[in-house]
């Protein structure tokens, strides 16, 4: 069997000794921590973690980095640009380190993951200390041990996918959480770097998501998202002993959670038996965010997605169905290998017939070691520019569509901030099914449930005003 591979309970508390160890040198001497996160929400998550063992080792969280005693960048690698960003960022924080020789930098995340970096930075930057990546969070107290005691370190134990349970978390707010389901990603979607860097796809036990979330919610959080590569595919391997539908079922009636989200969904994973839960749960909100990535099957064939553009149809026309006010959100790459100007139509039409609450549109970005990178065809910059720009201006004209349906929509909104560089006071929110909706009204409703009627609309947004509290 595939996972079930756990960090046993004795080596965690060997690594709680020694963050304990830490914190009587460390907390008296006032000490700060910035992280820095890139990417995507596996990231967040991360970091969640590292924060989590930085207070638990005695740091306490710097409101900017010119000030940390240790800056830590965690890193994405899903599209190019990255590495030479992560150069300057890096370059520019010498005079940092120049001016507090105390001061550790270190480097996390996906990138690390990818052969051969982790040395070349070492080399490049002395001013580097520590590097490291996915797979070894749990080992953060004794990394930092070894930076303190000065040595320059990089651990980046790309066959260690073991899962760690309870490491601590220090979180951002007060309202909603992300709870991994399941690391890493089996798909080898041609373009994508991720299963080369986060490893084969891995489920957590059922028990332990549950444990997980009914401790969230006891903190308070209402909202949950469960967080994988393809939750759809949760359990496939046979290993948590059921599959997403029924973790779904199995997770939505802790007590006290009022919404239950996931992501990313697969197309080819998601059936008739996850509907019928999404339908048919009180709770789970009605929103899918579906990449679709191209709208012709030649392409989606070469980026080895599984599915078809008619499939794909057919689930957004089931999902509608079962659930007439679900919303869609998708990823689009535009300017595969190989893609002509009717292919690219076909992702334009695509577009068109569903009818996206919002879309998040890239440019291919060729990945050293992907099977795409190495495909004939590869298109001109300039083209794949060009395809993006009427790609987002379509979307954007669909945007205004699907908001304009929202004009006198009335529903529950999670407050979840405030602007207040206008004459009054906005606070904005989204609808269970992840329509943003911004109203004038008190910080003080930060975190909680309102219910608010729109009136208007406002190029991206929609503008509204609460009913009752
Ligand atoms: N697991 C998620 C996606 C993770 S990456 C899923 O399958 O839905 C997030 C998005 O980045 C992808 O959906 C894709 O649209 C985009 N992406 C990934 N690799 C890319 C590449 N090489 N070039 C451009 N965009 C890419
Ligand atoms: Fe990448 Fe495809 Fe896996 Fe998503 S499903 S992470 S796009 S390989
Ligand atoms: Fe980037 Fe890693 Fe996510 S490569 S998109 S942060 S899984």
């Known amino acids: 069997m595939k996972s079930n591979l756990f960090i046993s309970e004795q080596e965690l508390n060997e690594q709680r000794r020694i963050a304990a160890d830490l914190y009587r040198e460390i907390a008296p001497r006032n000490l700060t921590f910035f992280v820095e996160t890139f ?5 967040v998550r991360d970091s969640e973690t590292i924060r989590g ?28 640009h990255a590495e030479k960003r992560l150069m300057g960022n890096i370059g520019a924080l010498k005079e940092l380190k120049d001016n507090n020789p105390g001061l550790i930098i270190g480097v996390c995340g996906c990138m690390m993951q990818q052969e051969g970096i982790a040395k070349k930075l070492l080399k490049r930057f002395p ?5 490291f990546g996915t797979n070894v969070l749990h080992r953060i107290p004794e990394m930092l041990r070894a930076v303190m005691n000065g040595e320059r370190i ?9 899962i760690a349970e309870t490491l601590p978390r220090l979180r951002d707010n007060q309202r909603s959480a992300f709870v991994n389901i399941m690391y890493g990603c089996d798909n080898y979607c041609s373009y994508c770097i991720v299963p080369y860097v986060r490893g084969h796809e891995r489920s957590r036990r059922p028990e332990n998501v549950r444990n997980e979330i009914e401790s969230l919610v006891s903190n308070g959080i209402t909202e949950i998202t ?8 949760y359990g496939n391997d046979g290993s948590a002993g059921m599959h997403f539908a029924d973790l779904l079922r199995y997770v939505s009636d802790v007590p006290g959670l009022k919404r239950l989200r996931f992501m990313s969904s697969h197309p080819k994973d998601l059936n008739e038996d996850v509907m019928q839960a999404i339908a048919e749960l009180p709770n789970v909100c009605h929103h899918v965010h579906l990449p679709v990535q191209s709208g012709n099957n030649e392409i989606l064939r070469r980026m080895n997605r599984k599915y078809t553009r008619e499939h794909y149809l057919s689930i957004i026309e089931r999902m509608r169905t079962l659930v007439p006010d679900i919303e869609f959100t998708t990823d689009i790459i535009v300017g595969f290998p190989g893609e002509t100007e009717e ?3 076909d992702t334009l039409s695509l577009v068109e017939t569903v009818g996206f609450a919002a879309a998040f549109t890239f440019a291919y970005s060729p990945r050293q070691g992907t099977v795409a990178a190495r495909m004939e065809d590869q298109i001109p910059e300039s083209v794949k520019k ?7 201006a379509l979307q954007a004209q669909k945007t205004i569509e699907n908001n304009e349906k929202y004009i006198g929509h009335v529903g529950e909104v999670l407050v979840e901030g405030f602007d207040e560089r206008g004459p009054e006071t906005m606070l904005y929110g989204k609808y269970q099914n992840f329509k943003m909706v911004y109203f004038p009204g008190d910080p003080m409703l ?15 947004s929609l503008l509204g005003e609460m009913i009752h509290a």
């Open 446 to 460: 930060l975190n909680r449930y309102i219910t608010v009627q729109v009136n208007k609309t406002n190029k991206n």
């Open 154 to 162: 990089a651990v980046t134990d790309r066959a260690n996918d073991a």
């Open 343 to 345: 292919a690219f139509e």
């Open 39 to 43: 990417g995507c929400q596996m990231n």
């Open 226 to 233: 469960l967080l994988g590569q393809n939750v759809n595919s």
């Open 53 to 80: 063992w930085l207070t638990e080792i005695g740091y306490s969280e710097a409101a900017e980095k010119e000030s940390a005693d240790l800056i830590l960048f965690n890193t994405c690698c899903v599209r190019d």
């Open 127 to 131: 001013h580097v200390s520590l590097i």
């Open 386 to 392: 060009r395809r993006l720009q009427s790609l987002n």
